[in-house]
């Protein structure tokens, strides 16, 4: 990351930090920046986690199904355009909520994605589904260090 970018952020956060003083929401806005730089290709921000691998589409298309059902959870959609590189896949848990796993081609061997799992989603939910995903393709060690 280019040192002044970095700065920047730094002296912003600084600067929120000093504005909510006593508020509470210190260490809420340090563990989330802390988060963010600890986490590589794969960020969560308001449920959903952003990713990215070097592998193909179709894999990570097959990877996302596989977790899913490995989870235990009932793949309730399907589909997308294997023409444009997109694809949606929508899972249900047992209590009923909605997880999304929607699937971009960036090239043929460069492949983002991003897991919503809704406004109240659970972070260590979409981490272990992006770990599931990897072992269901034998990634072995994640890249980006979840």
């Given at each position: 990351m280019n040192r002044l970018l970095l700065t920047g952020r730094v002296l912003g956060l600084c600067l929120l930090?000093?504005?909510?003083?006593?508020?509470?929401?210190?260490?809420?806005?340090?563990?989330?920046?802390a988060s963010a730089a600890s986490t590589g290709?794969?960020?969560?921000?308001?449920?959903?986690l952003n990713a990215s691998w070097m592998a193909s589409f179709g894999l990570v298309v097959a990877a996302?199904?596989?977790?899913?059902k490995d989870m235990g959870m009932t793949?309730?959609?399907?589909?997308?355009?294997?023409?444009?590189?997109?694809w949606t896949i929508v899972a249900v848990n047992d209590d009923g909520d909605k997880?999304?796993?929607?699937?971009?081609?960036?090239?043929?061997?460069?492949t983002e994605f991003?897991?919503?799992?809704?406004?109240?989603?659970?972070?260590?939910?979409a981490r272990l589904l992006l770990k599931r995903m990897a072992v269901a393709i034998n990634l072995g060690a994640m890249q980006d260090g979840t």
């Open positions: 930090l000093n504005l909510t003083a006593g508020c509470g929401v210190e260490l809420a806005m340090l563990g989330a920046a290709s794969a960020v969560y921000k308001q449920g959903k996302g199904e596989a977790a899913f793949i309730e959609k399907s589909k997308g355009d294997t023409e444009k590189g997109v997880i999304t796993l929607t699937v971009d081609r960036k090239s043929a061997r460069l991003q897991i919503d799992m809704g406004w109240f989603g659970r972070e260590a939910t």
